[in-house]
């Protein structure tokens, strides 16, 4: 699907097995035009007639005809041949080429789309967004591709991702990925223009989606933040930092690492934000919590919800409306760590992991 896309080469077999059905009616109406006004038969004479004349099953004239009769007759088994063959054609084209299979595959994503709820939105399936689609996969994380290249489609669809084929800075594009329910957007198209009109339409159709973009330069930072990105990745800045810190401290890059990504992690880090309505922590020390004697999961940071981040929380921090715990464990620990806080109102796209 080098040259059109499913969609375009859908809907252009669609026109034409709806234009063939149409030239068939056409002909057939003409047949029993003929033989009911010019030969003076009755409508059903005249349409028995067109219908054994277009089947060619060889049965013989309902009447005599004249010479004028025959010959029309002889051209309308022609266009009845030709239409015919024009439709049997397409048809087998389309069961050929799969596209009846795919038309109902893509009404079945259709409709998982439309269940979704709290999934991310990953824009664009380049290198960057193939290991974002990786990192969900491995946290059963729900996700939607949009990417307007048919091959990167294709290649998506072939690892079993929902996707959706189209301009992912049209709003049309975004509400067909149901960015109303959804709770993140990763924006890693090429361009930076593209990922700021991004960010854009999806902070103006959702305010509280949180939008992650990548930027190529500095200065695209600054602007992605401005257009109202909550978090901005430069990859040859981050790289940079990560090389570097690789090399300064190895041991601790493979222990981060270790814990951030991967689907073959000992220990995980998340993100728990704490509700005031259904907490029964909210109030309380960290010492009176005993969130660590309870679950075994280790709380590391605590981001307030002005945005003030306390590093190594001690006993006496008191745990806030609002606050976010950066917590750090086994899935089990995790788990049990939800349990204890009770419903909380989750991050975006991160939970305590169901492995």
Known sequence: MTLYSFEEKYRRLRQELLGGAMALAGVFCLGTFWYYVIEKW??????YMTMITLSTVGFSEVKPLDNDSRLFTIVLILL?????????????????????????????????????????????????????????????VPFVIIDSRPEQVEEAKQLGYIVIQGDATLDECLINAKID???????????????????LSAKTLNPKVRAIARASTEEAVLKLQRAGADAVVSPYITGGKR???????????????????????????????????????????????RL???????????????????AGPTGETELMAGDL??????????????????????????????H
């Open 42 to 47: 009755s409508f059903t004479e005249a349409a």
């Open 80 to 140: 009845g041949v030709i239409t015919i063959g024009y439709i049997v054609n397409r048809l087998t084209e389309a069961l050929i080429q799969g596209y009846f299979q795919e038309g109902i595959r893509q009404r079945q994503e259709r409709r998982l789309i439309d269940t979704l709820e709290h999934h991310c939105i990953v824009c664009g399936y380049g290198r960057t967004a193939r290991q974002v689609a990786l990192e969900f996969t491995a946290e059963d």
């Open 181 to 199: 329910k959804a709770v993140c957007l990763v924006s890693a198209l090429t361009s930076d223009a593209e990922n700021l009109y991004t960010v």
């Open 243 to 289: 090389l570097a810190a690789a090399a300064l401290r190895p041991q601790v890059m493979d222990f981060v690492d270790g814990i951030l990504t991967g689907s073959d992690r000992t220990f995980y880090m998340e993100e728990f934000l704490l509700d005031p309505k259904f907490c029964p922590c909210v109030g309380q020390t960290l010492s009176e919590a």
């Open 292 to 310: 660590r004697l309870q679950s075994g999961a280790l709380v590391l940071a605590i981001r307030r919800s002005d945005g003030t981040l306390l």
């Open 325 to 354: 715990l950066i917590c750090m464990g086994t899935p089990e620990q995790l788990r049990k760590l939800n349990q204890i806080l009770g419903p909380i109102t989750p991050s975006p796209a991160l939970r305590p992991p169901r």
